[in-house]
């Protein structure tokens, strides 16, 4: 696998041939970049790869509004609808997103048992079983290993893999023998992929600097 793929515009490439089937049931992901460098282009990206491959995919953002959620998935999935090869010539955002259910917290009202207790209510009422998490805005530097032990827990139960979003600083460098970044060094061993995104001039490269 190579390690580092260039991305004209969006990271449909890398997820399309790599990224977005890298976990199994129960595993962890990380993307990791700067502010402004493509963290959430990136999870918008494979949450709608996912959705074209008629997965559920359970979207969960820390204290972000459902409207401005929906707006980043209209604007994702008309960049890449040139792009994208589907079996369908008339497909459009409204055949997919009902594989789509969004959930937004308040950071400091968020953990593993709030999160289960919403999923078993979905679940249990036939609602929505999701296949795939994406969660954004988890913060890692106030997260300790425990509590992200709990959400690995809940995702093997439920048997989906998670995708988190975590922001680097330009000080926080990778070093050559490969090792993870702040702010998830300390719960890097709950991660079997991370990816580093960085931004260059109208491209985002991307490295995979761990995988299973």
């Known amino acids: 696998m190579s390690k580092k793929n260039p991305i004209p515009n969006n990271p449909l490439k890398f997820i399309k041939e790599e990224a977005g089937h890298l976990l199994a049931d129960g595993q ?8 402004g460098e493509g963290k959430t282009s990136f999870l918008m990206h494979l949450a709608l790869d996912n959705l074209l491959r008629e997965k559920n995919v359970l979207h969960i953002c820390l204290d972000q509004p459902i409207k401005k959620v929906c707006l980043w998935y209209e ?8 792009q994208y090869e589907t079996s369908s010539s008339d497909m459009t955002l409204e055949t997919i997103i009902p594989r789509r259910f969004i959930m937004t917290f308040n950071i400091e009202d968020f953990s593993a048992k709030r999160l289960e ?14 296949q795939i998490v994406l969660l954004d805005g988890l913060p890692f530097d106030k997260t300790d290993a425990a509590s992200l032990s709990e959400l690995k827990t809940l995702a093997r139960e439920h048997n989906f893999p998670v995708w988190f979003t975590a ?7 990778i070093a050559q023998n490969g090792d993870i970044p702040p702010p998830i060094n300390h719960v890097s061993d709950l991660f079997e992929v991370v990816v580093k995104l960085k931004s260059a001039g109208r491209e985002i490269s991307a490295q995979l600097i761990k995988e299973p």
Do not use: K, Y
């Open 117 to 130: 207790e919403r999923i078993t209510d979905l679940t249990e009422q036939g609602i929505f079983f999701p």
């Open 167 to 173: 922001m680097t600083h330009r000080e926080d460098n």
């Open 28 to 35: 962890f992901g990380a993307v990791l970049a700067r502010a």
């Open 75 to 82: 604007e994702a999935f008309h960049s890449m609808s040139d």
